[in-house]
């Protein structure tokens, strides 16, 4: 049996706050409220009638929302980064790149999603090729690569030729390749 001490919060509806309510919201939220503000935010964020500015203040406190339990220690990682990289990447491909702020900048999100990748395209693919007889955290580590990297192949198109996207077009052609 459950003590008080250990009673969860009565769930709040969310969904029905404002921009404004939600921010202020955000700084005292812990664990599930902050995975509920990050899906209520993004959901607002994809609403087509908010205007463009509106959709990115969404977008961001969605961001803030999602960056906060990583912060906690509240999520995954990987899930964090995973969410993270597909807003931004909607972000850039909706409202436009801006190399001004990180959160559209597309070398920004480049860089952030190879700084999260502990292989090499090289050395993930060739790990692919036997991934059957892999131990289960080898193969969980190149499905974790594979889900990180699945907005690359929008990503690449936002990028000037170079060494940045030389990496991330490799990644594409490994991509296919993984668990």
């Known amino acids: ?58 977008a961001k406190l969605s961001l803030l929302a999602n960056r906060r339990m990583l912060d906690n220690a509240e999520g995954s990682s990987m899930r964090v980064a ?19 702020d990180p959160d559209r900048s597309p070398e920004a999100l ?26 289960v955290d080898r193969i969980r580590e190149l499905r974790r690569h594979k889900n990180l990297t699945a907005h690359l192949e929008s990503l690449v198109g936002y990028l000037a030729p170079g060494p940045l996207r030389e990496r991330l077009v490799a990644w594409t052609a490994t991509r296919p390749l993984l668990p």
């Open 1 to 58: 049996m459950r003590s008080d001490a250990h009673r969860e919060e009565p769930v709040r509806d969310l969904s029905t706050w404002t921009l404004d309510q939600l921010q202020t919201f955000i700084h005292a939220a812990h664990s599930q409220q902050l995975e509920t503000t990050r899906v209520v935010a993004q959901g607002q964020a994809y609403n087509s009638s908010h205007s463009q500015e509106a959709c990115l203040q969404w």
């Open 82 to 100: 995973q969410q993270d990289f597909m807003l931004r990447m909607w972000v850039i491909d909706r409202l436009g790149p801006d190399d001004t």
């Open 110 to 135: 480049a860089s952030d999603t190879l700084d999260t990748l502990t292989f090499t395209p090289t050395q993930a693919a060739g790990l692919a090729k036997g991934w059957h007889d892999l131990p």
